[in-house]
């Protein structure tokens, strides 16, 4: 199955205060994760991005 491509654009900070990353803003779980999840998991987390302001 293919495998939607990671997000990461490079900036690799995480906000103090909204817990995820300021570029491409996955929680540490989510970055730390993501070689192991899924397709479906991977696409679900990226269907949730865009709702991550800040």
Do not use: F, Y
Request: proline share 13%.
């Amino acid at each position: 199955m293919h495998q939607p491509p990671s997000p990461c654009d490079g900036t690799c900070r995480i906000d103090p205060v909204l817990q995820w990353c300021q570029g491409c803003k996955r929680t540490l779980n989510e970055i730390a994760d993501w070689p192991i999840l899924k397709p479906r998991e991977k696409r679900a987390i990226l269907n949730r991005l865009p709702l991550r302001q800040g």
